[in-house]
């Protein structure tokens, strides 16, 4: 079997901080972003997305950062819950019919 | 909305057999998706179908992997003949504009 894997970075914050979690994306030409998340045994969740055209984008205790420059995104989450624990990935658009290439992916932990 | 519907849940199969997993994406949705999760790689992108047309099929890892699309309601991945370096997680994903929204995919096991 397999005996190494991928090593997820993990964030561990406590119930009710922001929680911040960052991604660099490959490509210059992408043009939108996509922040999942994903509980275990279950598939990728969409949370929001970012057109490249935009820089910020906010949801429902959720905020979305472009930095085209540095191809930089990030996902900041707002007085984080235990329900929020599961892995986040980010996914940029490469090349047409909404093909989205992901990032490795963070473990978010929240603590009570 | 049922959202993507996959079948099976979980697959158990010996090496050398055929394994077939199916895929319902998202009524009207008009891009499907199957994509491979693995603890060593990540999530994969394997194939991708634009009404029906696959479009990419770069990802597929070997020509034991085949994907069809016989309609806009229906797609399946095949596996012949399966090896146990094929277990993952598949994950079969459907877009219309925003996003791609997935499947509860299919865990695979090859023993």
């Known amino acids: 079997g397999e005996s190494v894997g991928l090593h997820l970075p993990t964030l561990s914050v406590q119930e009710g901080d922001n929680s911040i979690i960052n991604c660099a994306y490959s490509?210059?030409?992408?043009?939108?972003f996509i922040w999942y998340k994903q509980e275990s045994g279950k598939g990728p969740q969409f949370i929001i997305d970012i057109r490249s055209n935009m820089d910020k984008r906010q949801g429902q205790r959720v905020t979305v950062l472009l930095n085209k420059t540095v191809k930089h995104l990030s996902l900041q989450i707002a007085a984080t819950q235990p329900g929020d624990s599961a892995v986040y990935f980010c996914a940029e658009r490469n090349g047409g019919y909404n093909k989205l290439i992901f990032g490795a992916g963070t473990r978010l932990a929240v603590h009570p | 909305d049922a959202g993507v519907i996959q079948s099976p849940r979980h697959e158990v199969t010996e090496m050398g057999q055929e394994v077939t997993l199916r895929c319902k994406p998202i009524?009207?949705?008009?891009?499907l998706f199957w994509y491979r999760q693995t603890m060593m790689r990540g999530l994969e992108l394997l194939i991708y179908f634009n009404n029906n047309v696959p479009i990419d099929d770069s990802g597929m890892p070997e020509d034991r992997f085949s994907a069809k699309m016989p309609n806009a309601s229906f797609s399946t991945l095949k596996i012949q003949p399966s090896e146990p370096r094929d277990s993952a997680v598949y994950f079969c994903?459907?877009?219309?504009?925003?996003?791609?929204?997935f499947g509860q995919g299919t865990r695979l096991t090859v023993v």
């Open positions: 009524s009207g949705h008009n891009s």
């Open positions: 994903a459907s877009s219309l504009r925003r996003g791609a929204f």
């Open positions: 490509n210059s030409a992408s043009d939108y």
